[in-house]
Structures are given as structure tokens and as C-alpha cells.
């Protein structure tokens, strides 16, 4: 069968230890596993030659190479593509400056003077809601110590999107909502 004294010296090894540590089933599972393992050392060995191992390492370094020039190949082609999701975002951006230039075109018509169709026109404020009960009883319960104080809180209104414009022509006062 086997020559080498390798692979016999590894089957005896293996058998003792089985012996020493499971008794007889230990000695021949463990001796016949001892063999197997050296007997496929010493095939392998005798398999790979110098010339083995150099054939291996250049079909490897030939597969490197290759996939490195995929990867290449691959990222050059998707360079001048976006991705969908890059064109979505895109297109949402020009959608919203299309509608923010189409409101700015319809403030700008507005942007005159009632009176005498003049440019020249400036902010005078911004328009607020009136008092409200339910926020003067409100602010008088938070501040019932300070006296009427908190019945003030009424006056505090939310702006209403209306601005006041007043002619530098004319002089005419007028509201843009």
C-alpha cells in the first residue's frame, strides 16, 4: 500500500491517542482517520508540483485581471448615465421652479397700482387677523395674578397672507392677498 513512513507515523499517532483517551473504538476510529488524513497530505503533495502551483497562481492572476477589467468596462459605461433615481429628483426640481415662476409672473401682474398702472410701488405691512375672544380669555386665565394683562393675548393675531402696497406715484394705498 503506502511506503511512506509519513503517513504510517500519523496512523500510529492518531491510533495512540484514540487508545489513550476512548479504548479500543477510539484506537480504530481514530487510527483510520489518522491514515485518511495523512495519506491525503502526502497525495496532495505529490500532486502539486512547482509547476502546478505556478499554473494555478496565473490562472488566478489572469481571473484578477479580468474582473478588474470588468469593473472598468462597467463603470466607464454607466459614467454618462444618471441613475432613475438622480432623473426623478431632477425633474421634480425643474417642475417646482416652473411653478415657482409661474406664481412670481402672476405676483409681478399684480404688482401694480390699481389707480395708475405704475411699478413703482412699496410694502406698507402685513395684514393681521382682528381680537379674539377665545385667545383674550385664554392669556387673561394664564396671567390672572397680573390684572387685565392677559385679556391683551386677544390682540395677538395670525398673519392672513394679505400685504398693504402703497403707490409712490399716485399715493394710493391698496392690498395684494
Not at 474582473?67 to 454607466?78: G, N, Q, S
Not at 390699481?114 to 379674539?132: M, T
Request: charged fraction near 25%; aromatic fraction near 8%; proline fraction near 1%.
Amino acid at each position: 500500500m503506502m511506503k511512506s513512513k509519513a503517513v504510517w507515523w500519523t496512523t500510529g499517532i492518531f491510533a495512540v491517542l484514540g487508545l489513550v483517551t476512548e479504548g479500543l473504538e477510539g484506537f480504530a476510529v481514530l487510527g483510520i482517520f489518522g491514515f485518511i488524513v495523512a495519506w491525503a497530505v502526502v497525495k496532495y503533495k505529490a500532486y502539486m508540483t512547482s509547476e502546478r502551483r505556478q499554473e494555478i497562481k496565473a490562472r488566478l492572476v489572469a481571473k484578477r485581471q479580468e474582473i478588474k477589467a470588468r469593473r472598468v468596462a462597467k463603470k466607464e459605461a454607466h459614467k454618462g448615465q444618471k441613475s432613475l433615481l438622480t432623473k426623478m429628483v431632477e425633474s421634480q426640481a425643474r417642475a417646482k421652479k416652473r411653478m415657482e415662476s409661474i406664481q412670481r409672473a402672476r405676483l409681478k401682474e399684480k404688482m401694480k397700482c390699481p389707480r395708475c398702472g405704475s411699478k413703482n410701488i412699496q410694502p406698507a405691512g402685513v395684514h393681521k387677523g382682528g381680537f379674539s375672544i377665545g385667545k383674550a380669555v385664554g392669556g387673561a386665565i394664564l396671567t390672572s395674578g397680573v390684572g387685565g394683562v392677559g385679556s391683551l393675548a386677544g390682540f395677538a393675531g395670525k398673519q392672513t397672507g394679505k400685504s398693504d402696497w402703497v403707490c409712490l406715484d399716485c399715493g394710493k394705498s391698496f392690498t395684494i392677498k
